[in-house]
């Protein structure tokens, strides 16, 4: 369907944000009637949501720009069951301390993209502990376990493709959709929530939820799911080659992060642009359209623009200045991102591959190596061609060593 009447699923549509809507029709004159209360759940696996999270996060921010009410629902109940959709193997169970602590990292990057406080459309953050938790066992297998049949759990590919993989799926984990559609049962009773979105991956988990509300007499419930988001080149969103992107500045620096988004393949400008910013389209669309070194300028402002919303423009321009420093000017600004290492262990000598994989720049002592054999390793902006150099304190250039892997990733090292 096109041409939607709601705000927001017109803007869902524009921006490319849609990959299905259980019933586009009815969803569409529901937003356009009403303000909608719709939630996304968030699994408390760290301590931080990766930059492959963001996409929900502004959904819920596009979701309130247009007038409905955000839920961002934490999951402190289904964190201690572990959600096995795609997953090969079960996910390692977490100590109650761990899911709260996760849970507790994880709300802090919310404040920044949306607006809490008593209106209509403000935005909430509730943990599905509340409700789960207390669940009287027997009761719930009689109220609510008497709705599913394991027949058709076992057709969801989330299921099948473990499953076809030989791979063991225990009743643990077999509970978890039957409490993710409970959540939405739930939601819909204390707040009336009537939306739930998510990943791709989340589908049959949402579609159980609204089977269970028709059956249990909630209002129809309704489903929107993104697609799965990879760069051009088929890297999943959130990776890099120092690890995950992390959203909380303690987890990743800003510079690291503005990093990130510069190094934008050239084809994916436009389509981040749309996603993970609120620019127009109509600037959008000149930007991406434009070609050779043009398209680096935007994507600083790709880079800037995303690190302004989730940092504060104050960091993103901060970022951005560091980079000009260093990339034009090749001057070692104090805002790269750097690592310690004790003043007696440089003296003695580091390895520089082991140096690398402690900076992040490498996964791995082998990756290291390679890199070096193929001249991608560079110190204090020199070439390293011997695989077993050590660096020392003859090595520091007003007090750091500067590590750099290929043109854009520098990290600098500090003794103390």
């Given amino acids: 369907m096109s041409g939607f009447k709601s705000d927001f699923l017109a803007t869902l549509s524009q921006r490319g944000f849609i990959h299905q809507v259980s019933d586009e029709r009815g969803l569409d004159e529901l937003y356009a009637k009403e303000s909608v209360p719709t939630y996304i759940g968030f699994d408390p696996t760290a301590s931080s949501l990766h ?5 929900q996060i502004m959904l819920l921010k596009w979701l309130q720009e247009t007038g409905h009410k955000p839920i961002a629902l934490m999951g402190g109940g289904t964190g201690m069951v572990g959600d096995p959709s795609f997953k090969d193997e079960a996910r390692k169970l977490m100590t109650l301390d761990t899911i709260q602590s996760n849970i507790d990292g994880i709300q802090q990057v919310f404040s920044k993209y949306l607006k809490f406080g008593g209106d209509k459309s403000d935005a909430l953050i509730v ?58 049962v739930e939601l819909n009773k204390r707040y009336g929530v009537r939306v739930q979105m998510g990943g791709s991956d989340q589908w049959g988990n949402i ?67 749309k996603l993970y910013t609120m620019m127009p389209l109509d600037e959008i669309e000149r930007l991406a359209s434009l070609g050779g070194a043009e398209i680096n300028e935007a994507k600083k402002i790709l880079a800037t623009e995303i690190t302004a919303m989730l940092h504060g423009r104050e960091a993103a321009l901060e970022a951005e200045e560091t980079a000009r420093k260093t990339f034009e000017e090749g001057a ?85």
């Fill in 127 to 184: 943990n599905n502990a509340d409700w789960l938790a207390p669940i009287n066992y027997l009761e719930f297998l009689r109220d609510v376990g008497q709705h599913f049949s394991v027949n058709r759990m076992l057709s969801f590919d989330s299921v099948k493709l473990r499953l076809e993989r030989e791979q063991s799926l225990s009743f643990l984990e077999f509970n978890y959709m039957i409490l993710q559609a409970y959540d939405f």
């Fill in 51 to 55: 930059v492959g999270g963001l996409i």
């Fill in 332 to 416: 070692l600004a104090d805002n790269l991102p750097s690592i310690e290492v004790s003043t007696s262990e440089l003296k003695s000598g580091l390895g520089v591959l082991a140096l690398f994989v402690q900076a992040g720049l490498c996964a791995t002592n082998s990756e290291a190596r390679r890199q070096v054999k193929g001249g991608g390793v560079r110190v204090n902006d020199k070439t390293v061609s011997d695989e077993r150099a050590t660096l020392t304190d003859a090595d520091l250039t007003d007090g750091v060593i500067k590590l750099s892997l290929g043109k854009k990733k520098h990290v600098l090292v500090r003794p103390i």
């Fill in 207 to 273: 579609v159980n939820g609204i089977d269970l509300g028709h059956r249990m007499g909630t209002p129809q419930l309704y489903a929107i799911t993104t697609p799965l988001l990879t760069t051009s080149s088929g890297v999943k969103m959130g990776k890099s080659l120092g690890g995950a992107v992390w959203l909380n500045a303690d987890m990743l620096a800003p510079y690291g992060f503005w990093q990130y988004w510069r190094n934008t393949e050239d084809a994916d400008v436009g389509r981040f642009l």
